[in-house]
Every structure is written in C-alpha cells, then in structure tokens.
C-alpha cells in the first residue's frame, strides 16, 4: 500500500480544523500549512473558506503569496473553499482596494455575491461527476462566479445558472462549504489528484 498522501490546508485564517478533519477521515496526511517550508513537503493543498481579504493580506505578510503561486502554476492540485475560491480566482470583483489572489483558475468571482439580506443559505445540487445523491451545500457570505473563462469548466449550478463549482486542471474551487455538512465527496475528488501526482 502506498503512504497515506500528504496535504496541507492553508492555516493563515478561516474554517482549517474542519478541513483537516475531514482530509484525515479521508486518510491523508493533513496538517496546517503556514510557512514555506511546511508547503513545500505537501503534495496538494486546501484553501479554507474564512475573509479572502485577511488571506490575501497575510499570504504576503507570511512571505507565502509568491511560493503558492509558484506551486500553482507547478501543478499542484489545490482545493479552494469560499474565500479559498477567491484566493484561487484569476479576477475578483468587489475585491477591496488592493486585494489580490493567487489567480490560476480563468474565472471571475464576485466576493459576497448574495448581498447582505441573503447572508447564507442552503441548497441541494446536482452534480454530475460526484454522482448521486446531490450535494447539501452551505452558503456563507459566498461568492460566486461570474465569468468563467475558456480554460475553466464550471461543475454545479444553481437554479438561475449562476456557476459555484468550477475545475481547472488540477485546481477545484466551490463557493460552498462541503467541510460544514458532513460532505467528503469533494476532498476526495481533490485527493484522487493528489494520489495521482505524488
Ligand atoms: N465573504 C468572504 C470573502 O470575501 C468569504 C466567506 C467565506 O469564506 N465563507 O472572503
């Protein structure tokens, strides 16, 4: 049997714990990532769900923004939840001032996309490559994207064909949280590449 695959979930902010536990009931070897060195010794990555703009802020401040992308454009299969979509988008609306991302998926994301009155909801989503039964997934001040590009494919809509799951490559993005509801079927589509690459 080959070792249990080695992942790192981005530790700068947001919802990591619940990332790690679900990476480890999967199987894999999941521990925080906060510096360069810890990235350097995983084969794939989850960005959580948490504030893009705190993300981005200390992603820099940690010396972490350009390693990322470097280990981005490399190949590396990474998983962006939420803010880590955002983290993840190649263009952001309603970004602050300043805000940047890692980018390496062709889409745009608008940041808390459902306004102020829909602060979070729930849905079931059908999605065809993660099979039956659909998807529970938890909205929470999320994005969603706007514009996906000729690179990028999107994997679920909601009702009105606004797009909240995309792929890229080895790059997966929701703008949902399946870490919260109990839902494995996306960290395992994630670990089927990271199994596949290391
Ligand atoms: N609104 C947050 C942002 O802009 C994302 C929310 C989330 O990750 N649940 O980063």
Known sequence: MSAAPSVGVLALQGDV???????????????????????????GLVIPGGESTVMDKLA?????????????????????TCAGLIMLADRIVDGIEGQQSLGGLDIAVRRNAFGTQV?????DLDIPELGDPPVHAVFIRAPVVDEVGPSARALATLADGRVVAVEQGSLLGTSFHPEMTGETRFHEYFLQRVRARS
């Open 17 to 43: 714990r619940e990332h790690l536990a679900v990476l480890r009931e999967l199987g894999a070897d999941a521990r925080p990532v906060r510096r360069e060195r810890e990235l350097a010794e995983v084969d």
């Open 60 to 80: 820099r401040a940690f010396g972490l923004a350009d390693p990322l992308r470097q280990r981005i454009a490399d190949g590396m299969p990474v998983y962006g």
């Open 119 to 123: 602060d979070s909801f729930e849905t």
